[in-house]
């Protein structure tokens, strides 16, 4: 029998609660790496406004009905027995006894979204398989695989061992999951194993670290909040904010999950008796005046020395040139933050400002809390796109080929970043998926989200021209939105474009991922082209409740200037946090209470520094199919 608790996040929650009850017993004040900025209770209006919260995001689907809940426990629950068995087999494959091998153990560990009990309707699942030391990685990818191959459950099977952090991704009887391993330095895993004792990361391997490093950290979070369901709320509130908004996304360069829970975190240890309402605005205030790149901590670092790399600035040149760090609490410290650049800093940190705005105004009872979630119409902001489409013959072949593209893009990102006549680069996350191509006179057309791909189409099978030559059949679509400093300039950016679909098709043959009828294309449209890949219902202008919309293509004020609002009534001091790096300083990551700036770079010099200091893109020899010619004007 599987132990239910490891899957749930209601045991764990209940002693969660209890250790903070303590440790706010023992000292009510300091959370985290300073001390509160507020200890003052919700007040009548505040339990209104946090109603009122938790009513505007039922629409939203946010909320899982308890047969959902109760469906992924038996998903996990199916999945943990599936794990056990494959265990015992390959134990028994290795000469083991079977007296041995039926005790050696094993388990499935959540983490995420659904470990932190936020996780959606539809959401996927991030879960973790823990093995014994006599089970590598290897058996991971080749048997157990081959074991998922051979349940009627698992669809849409796909393994990806070459990635930074190896993973197999499959839909498990309507559900999605993504599935890590590690392997521990023990002989057997017993059921009711706490992974968050550094010593256990002693004598593994970087890949199994990183593996693990998903539960310490979630189990961390939950540990340095002073409230959960408080915390819990207001994370979900953000984390709809921020996908309404176009800013979720750390393969792209904005934030990931982790992410937006360790900043919704740090804002309750800073306001640790506030309600959920009362955080989501204090979310705004303390972000949008946030001294980047002073990094967002939750704990002092541990000083643990199993020699693994952790994000120190002191040691680590290029860790001085991250622009939004935000720092992983458990061993092996890392910044999470990584991908960001400076167009993705900008686009973030101007979504702060507009959701302080919208949410003082909300306080106010001048709007509601629909206003936050109303999604900005992306293709209006810009008069410049790049399109990125990526082809395959069939559709198998593309969830492959658009999961590499997408990890590339934010490379393109800061070579267009580089460019001295673009001042920003705005990806949006969304990528659009298009009626089959042999369905619309072989061209791209996008389809609203949710729209379901015609049934009579074989996207399985492959088709060919007259010729014999394999064709494209299906397509996804990115949108890049441009800025120029200037409005009368020519740029052309043909070898930006080349050097980014060459390095593409160069990943994709080292790892034997290219088929026939791959193919990768990006071609410069102006707005009024928009038309040609994307429904008019896509393209039809949004405006806000009030009426008001974004001014297009205007210049935005400084993000660090002050207007006059009402968070400014508020003693909260914001911006008192400084970071030392002091090399000398036996506190690596000092915060205090001092005005101060962090020492830093421009953003156009942290970039840069940024992306010299990563790992070069290897070159590729042309691909007959690309085309690659952008001219802007």
Not at 53 to 65: A, N, T
Not at 555 to 560: A, R, S, T
Request: neutral net charge; charged residues 20%.
């Amino acid at each position: 029998m599987w132990p239910a608790s490891q899957y749930t996040h209601t045991n764990h929650a209940q002693a969660t609660v209890k250790t903070n009850e303590h440790q706010n017993q023992q000292n009510l004040k300091t959370l985290g790496m300073t001390s509160a900025i507020s200890m003052a209770g919700p007040k009548p209006i505040d339990v209104e406004k946090t109603n009122d919260l938790k009513d505007s995001l039922v629409p939203f689907g946010v909320f899982e009905s308890e047969a959902e809940m109760h469906h992924r426990m038996e998903v996990l629950g199916a999945l943990h027995r599936l794990v056990r068995q494959w265990i015992r087999d390959e134990s028994l494959r290795k000469n083991m006894p079977p007296s041995v091998a039926d005790t050696v153990g094993g388990n499935i560990y959540t983490f995420g979204s659904y470990r932190l009990g936020v996780h959606h309707r539809g959401a996927d699942i991030d879960a973790l398989c823990v093995a014994p030391r006599h089970i590598d990685r290897a058996d991971y990818f080749q048997s157990f695989y081959e074991l998922l191959k051979t349940q009627p459950q698992v669809k849409d099977l796909r393994a990806v061992e070459d990635a930074y952090v190896p993973v197999i991704k499959m839909n498990f009887d309507g559900i999605e999951i993504d599935l890590l391993f590690a392997r521990l330095a023990l002989k057997e895993i017993p059921d009711s194993f706490d992974l968050r004792d550094d010593i256990l990361l002693k004598n593994l391997d970087q890949k199994c670290v990183r593996s693990l490093n998903g539960c310490r950290v979630t189990d961390e979070i939950l540990r340095l909040v002073p409230n959960i369901n408080n915390f819990r709320l207001t994370l979900r509130a953000i984390k709809l904010w921020a996908k309404r908004h176009g800013i979720y996304s750390n393969t792209l360069g904005y934030l990931g999950g982790v992410s937006w829970a360790m900043l919704v975190a740090r804002t309750c240890q800073l306001y640790p008796n506030a309600l959920p309402a009362t955080l989501v605005h204090k979310f705004f205030l303390v972000f949008s005046q946030w001294k980047w790149p002073q990094p967002v901590l939750l704990k002092q670092p541990d000083a643990v020395n199993l020699g693994f790399p952790v994000w120190d600035p002191r040691v680590n040149v290029a860790d001085r040139f991250h622009l939004m760090p935000i720092i992983t609490p458990a061993y092996p410290q890392q910044n999470s933050t990584f991908n960001v650049s400076a167009s993705t800093r900008t686009v973030i940190m101007e979504e702060f400002r507009l959701g302080l705005a919208i949410t003082d105004e909300i306080m106010l009872s001048k709007c509601g809390w629909e206003r936050l979630f109303e999604a900005p119409n992306f293709f209006s902001r810009y008069k410049h796109f790049i399109v990125l489409l990526a082809s395959s013959a069939r559709a198998l072949d593309q969830l492959q080929w658009c999961g590499l593209i997408e990890s590339k893009i934010r490379h393109l990102i800061a070579t267009l970043e580089r460019n001295q006549h673009i001042t920003i680069a705005h990806v949006n996350p969304e990528c659009y998926n298009s009626v089959p191509l042999s369905t619309n006179n072989g061209q791209p057309l996008a389809l609203p989200p949710g729209t379901p791909v015609p049934a009579d189409v074989a996207l399985n099978e492959i088709n060919k021209n007259d010729k014999g030559e394999v064709i494209a059949n299906v397509c996804s679509m990115w949108f890049i939105g441009l800025v120029f400093d200037k409005t009368n300039v020519n740029v052309d950016l043909t070898y930006d474009i080349s050097s980014f679909t060459k390095a593409v098709h160069y990943q994709a043959e080292n790892t034997n991922m290219l088929r026939e009828g791959m193919t990768i294309e990006a071609r410069h449209v102006r707005r009024k082209q928009l038309h040609q890949f994307l429904s008019p219902s896509l393209l039809k202008r949004e405006r806000t409740a009030s009426g008001n919309k974004r001014k297009l293509d205007a210049p935005q004020p400084p993000l660090h200037k002050k207007t006059k609002r009402l968070s400014e009534s508020s003693t909260d001091d914001i911006s008192c946090f400084s970071y030392n790096e002091d090399s000398n300083s036996s506190n690596m990551y000092e915060v205090n209470l001092q005005n101060g700036n962090a020492s830093s770079h421009t953003p156009q010099e942290a970039d840069r520094n940024k992306s010299a200091a990563e790992k070069q893109m290897a070159p590729a020899t042309e691909h007959p199919s690309t085309s690659n010619s952008i001219a802007c004007t």
